[in-house]
């Protein structure tokens, strides 16, 4: 069975742009979470999908935003580029949506701001 | 608010030699306890979880962790170190009733001597 993928791998960007990650989740999974992880702040949670419903949100301003296919299929957009931004961001399958689930991780995306 | 902590940010340990690597979490009820692992350039991936029942649980790779209700604790152990394990270490908490949301610790990179 295929891992969980997400696409680019690697993204420069500059300030004020606005940026869309992919990530296809292990067949079958319905729930779909999306994590910053950045030197700083370490991990930090930034939403969950399941069925194409947003059930869970962290503490990051409205310029992050996501959604989610009817076939599982995540995106998540950042707006108007910052700095700050810059980080790795993991994105992890699981069957359901609950805190006793395993939770699979793709390899994430490795987004530069310049 | 549910809070978990490593204490150790760097752990230099011998090939061989016994390991174990510290976390402590905040919550007020039971929680579903994760160790996960993290190589250079690569996502996250799951080592052991504790949900509920014995309190020593194995994992992969010859990990093992105990959970400790009384310390608040869930710290990893291995007893024998190989070069392969150096990588970051974190210790993570789902939170019922939020769904697939973990928190993370900030994480303890593991070196290896030989």
């Known amino acids: 069975k295929a891992g969980v993928t997400q696409t680019p791998r690697y993204l420069i960007k500059t300030r004020g742009q606005q940026v869309t990650l992919s990530c296809s989740p292990i067949?079958?999974?319905?729930?779909v979470s999306w994590y910053q992880q950045t030197p700083g702040q370490g991990l930090q949670f930034l939403f969950e999908y399941f069925s194409e419903t947003q059930r869970n949100k962290g503490n990051f301003p409205g310029r992050f935003s996501g959604r989610q296919f009817s076939n599982s299929r995540s995106e998540m957009n950042v707006s108007t580029l910052e700095l700050g931004d810059s980080a790795l961001y993991l994105c992890?399958?699981?069957?359901?949506?609950?805190?006793?689930?395993?939770?699979?991780f793709g390899p994430g995306t490795r987004l530069t701001v310049l | 608010a549910q809070s978990v902590t490593q204490p150790d940010i760097h752990i230099t340990v011998s090939e061989g030699a016994s390991l174990e690597l510290r976390c402590n979490y905040s919550?007020?009820?039971?929680?579903?306890l994760f160790w996960y692992v993290q190589s250079p350039g690569q996502g996250l991936q799951l080592l052991l979880k504790?949900?509920?029942?014995?309190?020593l649980v194995q994992g992969i790779k010859g990990f093992e962790a105990e959970f400790k209700r009384s310390q608040s604790s869930f710290n990893l152990r291995k007893p024998s170190v190989h070069w392969s394990d150096a990588a970051e270490y974190f210790c993570?908490?789902?939170?019922?009733?939020?769904?697939?949301?973990?928190?993370f610790g900030q994480g303890t990179e593991l070196s290896v001597k030989p």
């Open positions: 993570a908490v789902g939170v019922a009733n939020q769904g697939g949301k973990l928190i």
């Open positions: 919550y007020g009820a039971t929680p579903y």
């Open positions: 992890a399958s699981s069957l359901r949506t609950s805190g006793d689930n395993e939770q699979f």
């Open positions: 504790y949900f509920s029942g014995d309190t």
């Open positions: 067949s079958g999974h319905r729930s």
